[in-house]
């Protein structure tokens, strides 16, 4: 009778040490322990093969605290590389002292954007030629400027674009947090903004 207790204790041992060797999609806020914030949780691999079109070979998972903010990240390397998606998920630092307000670091970053666009429609026609003109000479230069930001709806409480010839970001407001998102491929813009609002759904879910 006591060798069958003991048999049974470790057969169950052992399918509790295989289901924590899974990978799984669980949401964060279940999470017993608020110092514990894995981004890999946000999205499955099945998910994003769906989408992307790529099987995903492994999960790297990292994280950076600063400014009272925390930011967990996940790199989904694809087997078509290119197709890898890199997702962040920032919120407060549960050890930051004083007070920290995601949201308020999210409306100066991006509501700066949206001033500099009122100032480019305000902007006469012959302006916006001439700078166009020297975009142009910087791209055929092959220099690089930062992409201008686009704002995306029907996702989050808010959300922007910014894309670039090889690939794009999604950044996504949702409560006091914020995703970032960033694919590749050689789709479209429209197409990776597309695929971009569908991963970034799945993971808001879960955030």
Partial sequence: MLIRSIVCLM???????????????EPLRQSGNPEKFDACQLLKDTEIEAIMGS??????????????????QCFYVAAEFSKSVSLSATSRDPAALGDVDVRRFWKETFGRNAERQKEREKEQEGD????????????????????????????????????????????????????????????????????????????????
């Fill in 55 to 72: 099987p995903i070979k492994e999960a790297k998972s990292s994280s950076n605290s600063g400014q009272g903010m925390r930011t967990a």
């Fill in 11 to 25: 057969f169950c041992l052992a399918i509790a040490l295989v289901s924590c060797g899974k990978r799984s999609a």
């Fill in 128 to 207: 916006r030629e001439k700078k166009e003109s020297l975009r142009e000479q910087r791209r055929e230069k092959g220099e690089e400027e930062g992409a201008p930001l686009r704002k995306i709806e029907g996702i989050g409480e808010e959300g922007y674009w910014s894309g670039t010839r090889v690939g794009g970001a999604l950044y996504v407001l949702k409560g006091k947090a914020f995703i970032r998102l960033s694919i590749g491929g050689a789709d479209t813009d429209e197409v990776r903004i597309e695929k971009a609002k569908k991963l970034a759904a799945k993971a808001l879910e879960r955030l």
